[in-house]
């Protein structure tokens, strides 16, 4: 998720005000190995429904002819292991988007859009030499492959008895497997990062007031997608895990982000420190609802509207006492 530019400064402030930021750095570590071995697993599912496409010299219809309980297994298999990996991403991601040293990582895994709007080169070599050129953030690519979203990256349409037509097709296994491999390699370019930065309560401040407010872009990309206009959706992301999921994720990494601070700011300004506590549990509380009442119904476009509007006034009344909570500990949140 991208994020607008935020200039923080830190001021001299006394010792006392520092927060202890190791448990961060100690909870962001675990959830990505614990996302690394995910993306692994993903790689060995991909690679096992590659190498079934391989035997069939890469004819789908023939393959499916002939196998087509396995290749629907591996199908299966590779699109449980990425609905796996994918959450546990946007579970950390509130640590990395618009950030030094994570920002580009983040858009190569997660962020960013295909071509030249997409605001990094990064390339991905398939296996059969083919190279596809800034193809976009690297999860929307698999998902893409996966469930047939994206026709240069579907091999066969065929019946997998799928909803609404979503899946109905064999994804193109050179895209695939190449997708998940540079995954899975970029993941473990963020786990060495993340070993050697060191959190700071400037870099708090940075992270949440700059991603808060991309509750908004959360909402406007649910809005889009099947979940809201059914079939008749154009995008081709976001179709395999709702984006209230994806946010109801990462309001809990902004949760876990800023309880770093929060006892340096309960011990200057305790009712300040609720507001923003408990402006972030109702936020993510609030999304909760709108996860469960979307299990049992879709929203009607004009219904998505209006609760998108509601997402982001909560969010906005966030931004208040999070920018006090800042200037409480010495650190200066301008140019927003």
Known sequence: MRTAPILLTLLLAPPALAADLSGTKTYLLGRLDALNTSTARLVQASDAYYQLAKGANFDYARLWKTNPGGV????????????????????????????????????IIDAANPGTEGGVDHDVKLPNGTVLKRPGALFNLTESALWGLNPRYTALKVKLSARDGLGNALPDANVLKGGVDALHAVVGQLRQTARTWQPSTA??????????????????????????????????????????????????????????????????????????????????????????????????????????????????????????????????????
């Open 203 to 336: 870099y708090v401040f940075s992270t949440l007031t700059a991603n808060v407010p991309t509750t908004q872009d959360f909402l406007e990309a649910w809005r889009g997608s099947r979940f809201v206009t059914g079939g008749a959706s154009q995008t081709q992301e976001f179709a395999a895990i709702s984006r209230l999921n994806d946010l109801r994720d990462n309001i809990g990494s902004w949760q876990v982000i800023y309880a770093g601070v929060s006892p340096q700011v309960r011990g200057r300004n305790a009712t300040l420190d609720a507001q923003v506590r408990s402006g972030l549990k109702d936020l993510r509380t609030y999304v909760e609802r709108l996860i469960a009442r979307e299990q049992r119904r879709r929203f009607t476009p004009e219904q998505a509207l209006m609760l998108q509007q509601e997402a982001q006034d909560r969010a906005t009344a966030i931004a208040g006492p999070l920018t006090q909570a800042a200037t409480l500990l010495g650190v200066k949140v301008s140019g927003q």
């Open 72 to 107: 629907k297994a591996a199908v299966e298999q590779t699109r449980a292991a990425w609905r796996d990996a994918s959450p546990r991403y946007e579970q950390i991601e509130g640590f990395f988007a618009g950030q030094d040293p994570f920002d580009r990582l983040d858009l």
